[in-house]
């Protein structure tokens, strides 16, 4: 069995709670989704001491609300895992969505599945997952992004209750800087709890942006995971143009 302290650096995107990753560089999700008819890709390079790992992750907007999204990692060195990916489907229709005297809340859903090729085989199995999502925008410098679910191990059947947890500050328009924490129930089966910080540079103002992001479990020796990535969004699917 493959826990989720081993996956966390190959991209957490291999488990549920996060595969088809949630929009770089958080790895909570936000309740939106792409516009209908648009792409977005992101990619990120990954790495923990000598282990890293290489990830691409697009998404389009396949109906109002609706956003379908994938991943595929590459690990090196591929002694125990040649790689994985995931599939995810986020539903945030925008009758979830309401001025409260709290700032404006959004609501959506989230499924996902994700798989692994370890080393001596071939595909297989790994997780299911479904989370809710709450995003809150108490002022307009500051977003607040909780998730809550369960996710459940193919394998074994063995399940956890999931809690991401992300604040999110754009000083500037060009910056956006975040701290998020992740955590579950079944520490002995999915790992502890993952924090991470990062931030975001805009090269073109929410089209073209680069990230840097660290990790560190808590409670074990393992050191900091390392990421960066970019993101590129509003891309277009063929026959579709800009309104």
Known sequence: M???????FIGACLNPDQAA???RPLSSDDAATADTGTCQVESWLERQ????????????????????????????????????????????????AWDTPAGALKLGLKLSASWLRPAA?????SELGALGLLTL???????LHANLGRTRERSSGNGATLLNLALSWTPIEQAQLFAETLANNRRQVF????????????LLKDVLGLDLTASREAGTGAGTVWSLGFGWYGLHLPGRTAP
Not at 55 to 75: H, K, R
Not at 137 to 143: A, G, I, K, Y
């Open 2 to 8: 493959v826990t989720r302290a081993a996956l966390i």
């Open 21 to 23: 990753w949630a929009g």
């Open 49 to 96: 001491g000598g282990d890293r790992a290489l990830v691409i992750a697009p998404a389009c907007g396949i109906a109002p609300g609706m956003e379908l999204a994938a991943d595929y990692s590459t690990l090196h060195p591929r002694d125990v895992l040649h790689a994985g990916a995931g599939l995810a489907f986020k539903w945030a229709p925008e009758a979830w």
């Open 121 to 125: 085989s071939g595909w297989q199995a």
């Open 137 to 143: 925008q108490p002022h307009e410098d500051w977003t």
């Open 191 to 202: 790992g502890g709890t993952v924090n991470t910080v990062g931030g975001r540079w805009w």
